[in-house]
């Protein structure tokens, strides 16, 4: 199908500019006018290029592009990443809050459907606006059979932090660097901030609070959305998809 026309409802159905982001979201390098086949990744690098080009995409739809509020040199690895790209045609398209955010297909949603749950309300204020979703157990879990839950489907190591409630009744969910709601969390009685990465300042937050926290993998986290927007582009327009699994463990 033409480019412009995927674009156009890749823009409307992700709502692309509704969304403060210091991602460059949409299309952010203009390839080849017509698409056949896709690629999805989470992220934009060498390797996934590599791979989208060998796999014969003509576009690669990630969550993490390669253009964050500007470019202001084109050397050494930019360079080297658009280099990639202009010379085989691939167009790159990215949607990062967008479709963190999503209530169809986003990486929030998904990993409250991991647990069987439904969006019971907004979650995760980020500049005015809320990127996530909380749900709510209809019986209480232990903490340790939501982890293996989690665990098991992501098929990740999860790592839990049980500074507050152990027996859960309602989960927060933010993928990838989803700490900045800890005190949100706190505020408003989440029992459990699930996300993808937790570091020093972030673990002196939610002990003070004190928040239990689980952490499954800024990657794992994030794979979601994408493989889930993948199908809505296949089912769609009939397109060749394909997923590129790049995991980085973290």
């Known amino acids: 199908m033409n480019r412009n026309e995927l674009v156009s409802f890749l823009d409307d159905y992700l709502q692309v500019s509704a969304y403060p982001d210091?991602?460059?979201?949409?299309?952010?390098?203009?390839?080849?006018?017509?698409?056949?086949?896709?690629?999805?990744?989470?992220?934009?690098?060498?390797?996934?290029?590599?791979?989208?080009v060998k796999g014969k995409a003509d576009m690669m739809i990630v969550h993490h592009g390669m253009i964050w509020g500007g470019l202001n040199y084109i050397t050494g690895i930019h360079y080297k990443r658009l280099k990639a790209l202009i010379e085989s045609g691939l167009n790159l398209y990215v949607a990062h809050l967008p479709l963190d955010a999503h209530p169809e297909v986003g990486n929030n949603v998904d990993l409250l459907r991991l647990l069987d749950?439904?969006?019971?309300?907004?979650?995760?204020?980020?500049?005015?606006?809320?990127?996530?979703?909380?749900?709510?157990?209809?019986?209480?879990?232990?903490?340790?059979?939501?982890?293996?839950?989690?665990?098991?489907?992501?098929?990740t190591t999860v790592r839990t932090y049980e500074f507050g409630k152990r027996v859960i009744k309602t989960v927060g969910a933010i993928s990838g660097a989803g700490a900045f709601a800890l005190e949100e969390a706190s505020r408003k009685g989440i029992d459990l901030l699930v996300t993808g990465e937790f570091g020093h300042a972030d673990y002196l937050t939610a002990i003070d609070l004190p928040q239990s926290v689980l952490v499954?993998?800024?990657y794992e986290t994030e794979t979601l959305g994408v493989k889930a927007l993948m199908e809505v582009v296949r089912e769609r327009f009939g397109l060749d998809v394909f997923f590129i699994d790049e995991p980085t463990g973290l």
Do not use: M, W
């Open 22 to 52: 210091k991602s460059s979201n949409g299309l952010q390098v203009e390839g080849k006018a017509e698409v056949e086949r896709i690629a999805f990744a989470v992220d934009t690098t060498l390797r996934t290029i590599e791979r989208a």
């Open 117 to 155: 749950l439904e969006p019971k309300g907004p979650f995760g204020e980020y500049k005015s606006l809320s990127i996530g979703f909380y749900g709510e157990f209809e019986e209480p879990q232990p903490i340790e059979k939501v982890a293996q839950i989690i665990a098991e489907k992501l098929d």
């Open 216 to 218: 499954a993998g800024h």
